[in-house]
Nanobody, 124 residues
Framework: QVQLVESGGGLVQAGGSLRLSCAAS????????MGWLRQAPGKEHEFVAA????????EYADSVKGRFTISRDNAKNTVYLQMISLKPEDTAVYYC?????????????????WGQGTQVTVSS
């Protein structure tokens, strides 16, 4: 059974930082592209960032480029999202997800497994 468990969310002031973590189990972690997606109230799921199986290739939504960094540790079956210079519009539930390939990782529909999500709230 695949499990993706996010942690690290919380309440932060605008301009602050958070680091999200996602621990994976039940899959061959090093074979999967990993991504972070988010959903704000009343909106659809939105792609945030993705990293391929090796960590050599990453992709970011334009709205987070230069502020968010995705990374992974295949020895620990964990993917991270470092977020700095947070803005109120970053407020959302953040989901970790796993995909078979990197080509469709920029689309929420490209993911095969999803975590339960962690809330990030940025106050102004």
């Amino acid at each position: 059974q695949v499990q993706l468990v996010e942690s690290g969310g919380g309440l932060v002031q605008a301009g602050g930082s958070l680091r999200l973590s996602c621990a994976a189990s039940g899959l061959t972690f090093s074979s999967y592209t990993m991504g972070w997606l988010r959903q704000a109230p009343g909106k659809e799921h939105e792609f945030v960032a993705a990293i391929d199986w090796s960590g050599a290739n990453t992709e970011y939504a334009d709205s987070v480029k230069g502020r968010f960094t995705i990374s992974r540790d295949n020895a620990k079956n964990t993917v991270y999202l470092q977020m700095i210079s947070l803005k109120p519009e970053d407020t959302a539930v953040y989901y970790c997800a796993a995909a078979f390939g990197f080509a469709r990782a920029h689309r929420p529909g490209g993911y095969n497994y999803w975590g339960q999500g962690t809330q990030v709230t940025v106050s102004s």
